[in-house]
């Protein structure tokens, strides 16, 4: 039997500038997703998700070596229901043979099974996980194969593959990926909230490609404020770094901050988080904030060293 694992990921800083060439900071979290293979006779890949709770959300069985797909099941509130699941997996298989001809040609077949660690639906990096899994079993760049299937920066594929929080520059060839010790004295005072609902990031991404246009001069200040968002040693000037990264994001997608659309009483400071208007979003604060987005309907508040490695 092989077994791999790869974290899940959050982007602190960057978020859509990362796509063409900001620096931004990402960390990896605590949890993330397995996938574990052995080997059957039957010439086969059978092919099972399960949530983190040990539901089973996808079942898909391929017959090898020619990838077809023979059958599949699904969860049933499944966005796209199991045709879509389970072609998008057959996709992702297709083209991890094209980098690597030999994987899964043979007569030989397989039981595989992945295993999430967190809620799917957080945002945490259920596919860059499962790409980073499939690449490190069948020994291809895992860069490569998510640009050939879901596209996007690649910072994710780089929280994967590391256990420390890491710069991230995306340029033409191979990431620059520098490991960094990111460990603010008052992490105690930082937390993530969930806002209730999964967003679709390639929907977000191609917002910003349409209203972006020319962006040297926010890429530069972005980067900086990533350098500077490492470096703050106080919570007040932290707070003052993630309101400007909020301000020049809002103007390039020409949507509100979160803080100005949802949380505008709140006394600490909110940022979002990746795609805007979903999954996780950043808050300074202190023991009241939970209760403080409790009593506004987001329930999960998670502080900053319960949830990043």
Known sequence: MKEFYSNGKLLLTGEYFVLDGAKSLAVPTKCGQDLTI??????????????????????????????????????????????????????????????????????????????????????????????????????????????????????????????????????SVEPLVEKIDFNPTFKDQLYFVYLNKKQNSREGIQRFKALKGNLTTEITQISKLTDEFVKCTNLTDFEKVMKVHEQIVSKTIQLKTVQEELFSDYFGQTKSLGAWGGDFIFATGNENTPNYFNKKGFHTVIPYQDLIL
């Open 38 to 171: 052995e080997s059957i006779n039957e010439p086969q890949l059978i092919w099972n998700s399960f949530t983190n709770e040990g539901e089973c959300w996808l079942e898909a069985i391929f017959d090898l070596p020619k990838l077809r797909l023979f059958s599949a099941t699904f969860e049933a509130e499944e966005d796209g229901g199991n045709d879509t699941l389970a072609e998008k997996l057959k996709d992702i298989l297709v083209e991890t043979r094209k980098l690597n001809p030999s994987f899964l040609n043979s007569e030989k077949g397989f039981s595989v099974k992945t295993n999430l660690t967190f809620p799917k639906n957080w945002g945490l990096g259920t596919s860059s996980t499962l790409i980073n899994n499939i690449s490190n079993w069948s020994e291809v760049n895992p860069y490569k194969l998510l640009q050939n299937t879901f596209g996007g920066s690649g910072y994710d594929i780089a929280c994967a593959e590391n256990d420390t929080p890491i710069l991230y520059t995306k340029n």
